[in-house]
């Protein structure tokens, strides 16, 4: 673009999904090692901003060692005549898709999920400032968002700075999410539709209900809304939701043609209320990932920041990797936080009476909008740290769950025996509606399979790489 004639690096939209390996990295902003990070939006009077000023409180990119992972916050400040605070969460957003255009540079999650590094090649470039990329958020808000008339930017290194701003942040996160609290889906005849993560996932379409955000957490129905009106050839946009297909299980005619254009016929049809058949799709910049765990016929839930092993024996990564690229998979479901406050959270299958599993710090976050009756019987990581351990509390504490599998113990005997597996017969050991199989650069899916095999040999990803 001829507008960053003078940043050291090409920008454009060539380099979104652009991404930046361990060794290939100067630094790291943010980031799971990471405790505190954020990138925040406030909307300023006019006469508080000072149009183009970039600011860098603490060490500059060229004073951070290389190979490092540092706290990490920008504060994007904005005025215009008619920009009010309901648009903070919209300008917010913007820095995802803003600084992924800039070469050798890449960002991924949003508000206090912030990840970000800078490739080797483009510090070695002359990108060793945050001076240029303040310039490349700058030229863009004012470009792309003509109701903004000025802007100021500052990035923060600093930990005490970081600290000190950290709280503040999460605080407004909060209250713009409680905001958007209360409004029903059937009482609007519009959703929203985002597409800002296509450039790494390119089958997902976020599907934005006034009782579903969108998987990163960053964007409301009234975000969407914000954002389609002042930008209309933007990311988001309005989805008619057309006729109520399946109330109970959140299909909507609009949503479904609107997801089939958006993907090139890709994926054909999103249930928004269940985590089974038509999932909503997953990008990569989700807060959270809910994960069918079938030995207690539950979900489980992990979050971004949790660390080590969930109770299945995978840590986030593994499970996110199963969700992810925009792909529909049976019982992974990539979510926001603010979607487990919903009372269309996974309503389809059970809601909370489903929900098995999940760290500490998520149910102390979500604790008032757990049913008063389950709470105390879903299990953290200080309960349960394994499937064995899981059953027992559920067990013990009597969770819903439970029921099915008394269900299941007493099938009538005739189903049973059917089921019985005489020795050195073939066993059944998968089924499945629908079952994606990738050969040789073709996705074959098979319709209603049931596999068999005489031998199931499992192995983790630590052990093929010892080979």
Not at 54 to 69: C, V
Not at 76 to 84: I, K, N, Q, R, S
Not at 417 to 433: D, K, R, W, Y
Request: aromatic share 10%.
């Amino acid at each position: 673009m001829s507008m960053f004639k003078d940043i050291p690096v090409e920008v454009g939209v060539i380099y979104e999904g652009e991404r930046i390996r361990r060794n290939d990295m100067q630094v790291e902003l943010g980031g799971p090692t990471v405790k505190e990070k954020f990138e925040l939006a406030k909307v300023r009077p006019m006469d508080a901003i000072e149009d183009g000023k970039i600011t860098i409180i603490g060490p500059d990119l060229k004073d951070i060692k290389e190979g490092s992972a540092v706290p990490f916050g920008i504060l994007v400040e904005a005025a215009g005549p008619t920009l009010d605070q309901g648009l903070e969460g919209v300008i917010e957003r913007r820095i995802h898709g803003y600084l992924n255009y800039i070469e050798g540079f890449m960002h991924l999650n949003q508000r206090y999920d912030i990840w970000m590094r800078l490739g080797k090649k483009a510090f070695q470039k002359g990108l060793n400032s945050f001076e240029p990329i303040g310039k490349v958020l700058y030229r863009l808000f004012k470009s792309e968002l003509s109701i903004i008339e000025k802007v100021q930017i500052t990035f923060i290194t600093d930990p005490a700075k970081i600290n000190e701003m950290y709280s503040a942040a999460v605080a407004d996160y909060e209250a713009r999410d409680a905001k958007a609290r209360g409004l029903k889906d059937e009482e609007v005849d519009k959703f929203y539709g985002c597409v800002l993560c296509q450039s790494f996932a390119p089958s997902h379409v976020c599907v934005i209900t006034p009782q579903r955000y969108s998987n990163c957490g960053a964007i409301s129905w009234f975000d969407g809304k914000a954002s389609a009106s002042i930008d209309p050839k933007g990311p988001v946009f309005a989805i008619d939701r057309g006729e109520i297909i399946n109330a109970e299980k959140g299909e909507f005619s609009g949503v479904n043609e609107t997801v089939k254009k958006r993907t090139m016929g890709e994926v054909q049809k999103v249930w928004l209320y269940t985590a089974f058949d038509h999932p909503h799709t997953s990008c990569g910049c989700f807060e959270a990932v809910t994960f069918y765990i079938p030995e207690v016929d539950g979900f489980g839930v992990v979050n971004r920041s949790f660390k080590g092993a969930t109770v299945n024996g995978l840590p986030f990564s593994t499970i996110a990797d199963s969700a992810a690229g925009g792909r529909q998979v049976d019982g992974f479901h990539g979510m926001s936080i603010e979607y487990m406050r919903s009372k269309k959270f996974f309503a389809a299958d059970g809601g909370w009476n489903r929900v098995v599993w999940l760290p500490k710090e998520v149910k102390e976050r979500v604790k008032d909008f757990i049913p008063a009756d389950v709470v105390d019987k879903i299990a953290t990581e200080e309960n349960a740290t394994n499937v064995e351990d899981l059953q027992a509390f559920l067990k013990e504490k009597n969770h819903p769950v439970v029921a099915s599998w008394v269900a299941e113990e007493t099938e009538p005997a005739a189903e049973a025996e059917e089921a019985q597996v005489v020795e050195g017969q073939m066993m059944p050991v998968m089924t499945a509606s629908s079952l994606p199989i990738m050969a040789g650069g073709f996705k074959i899916i098979l319709k209603d399979a049931k596999i068999y095999a005489n031998k199931v040999i499992i192995k983790t990803v630590k052990d093929e790489k010892a080979k």
